[in-house]
């Protein structure tokens, strides 16, 4: 799918930057499948583009999402879907709507969050790699609250936050919200920004993070999230190998030449 063929995101680059933008503020950007149809499309855009080293992902108007659009979900609870019910693998794993491809991606995502954060909108703040929000952010999680079980979003959320708060978050519905204060305490976010310097902010970041080696970047990244799975050694020796594999790059030799010589050193990503 073309990037300039979506009609509810934004999908731009800016030298190594992609940006994903939510973008139904009339619908305070819902997921329909229609949107993760196209989320799933700039995602593989961004991935597959070897100019592209980072993602950043924010939302327009007042809300960054606020779960699956209601509206669109049917009668008989199935999953929200384009292709027939159950005719494809991701259908059999637990819903992912539009949560990134985290497991197997290789570049690292940032995620701005530019107001209501729920529901589905959580799956980016836990599996984003960095997340900041604007001062006017809020999050909570509606799902018993209209009849549902909080599924992945809290499960995930639980490996995020402490166990209390999680469960408070997850039975207390919508009933409490969590603001950025609260939110960066607990590490839910890194940073809160001034609203009208969000994107710009989250620019800033990414533009720090490519000005390292890219290669360098993504096996610490996935040392990082894989090792969370394993226990303490085989993490270890997990993130031993990558960095083996980094080694064997231009860039790992690019970056010590260039310290040296007292310059700023030119990454290739090879």
């Not at 979506?6 to 009339?26: C, M, Q, S």
């Not at 166990?163 to 969590?178: F, Q």
């Not at 790059?249 to 310059?263: C, I, M, N, S, Y």
Request: proline share 6%; charged share 25%; aromatic share 6%.
């Amino acid at each position: 799918m073309p990037a300039d063929s979506f009609d509810t995101i934004k999908y731009e680059v800016d030298g190594h930057t992609a940006t994903i933008t939510l973008n139904r503020p009339e619908a305070l950007n819902a997921l329909s499948p229609h949107m993760i149809t196209e989320l799933r499309a700039a995602y593989d855009e961004a991935e597959n583009d070897d100019n592209v080293w980072l993602l950043v992902v924010t939302g327009t108007g007042r809300a960054f999402c606020t779960g699956a659009d209601v509206k669109a979900i049917p009668g008989d609870g199935k999953v929200i879907y384009e292709r027939p019910y159950l005719s494809t693998y991701e259908q059999w794993e637990a819903p992912q709507e539009g949560t990134p491809p985290f497991r197997r991606m290789a570049k690292p995502m940032v995620t701005a969050v530019n107001g209501l954060c729920c529901g589905a909108g959580l799956d980016w703040v836990t599996t984003s790699d960095i997340v900041i929000a604007s001062d006017r952010a809020t999050f909570f999680d509606p799902h018993v609250s209209i009849g549902l079980v909080a599924g992945r979003e809290l499960v995930r959320l639980a490996r995020v936050l402490p166990r209390s708060v999680a469960l408070r978050m997850a039975l207390m519905g919508k009933h409490e919200r969590m603001g950025v204060e609260r939110a960066l305490e607990l590490g839910l976010i890194s940073e809160i920004v001034s609203h009208d310097r969000l994107l710009e902010r989250a620019h800033e970041i990414a533009g720090i993070v490519n000005s390292n080696a890219p290669l360098a970047v993504r096996g610490t990244r996935l040392a990082i999230l894989k090792g969370l799975d394993l226990p303490l050694h085989e993490a270890e020796i997990l993130a031993e190998t990558f960095r083996e594999r980094v080694l064997r790059t231009e860039d790992a030799l690019e970056g010590p030449k260039a310290f040296v010589e007292k310059r700023a050193p030119d990454w290739q990503c090879r």
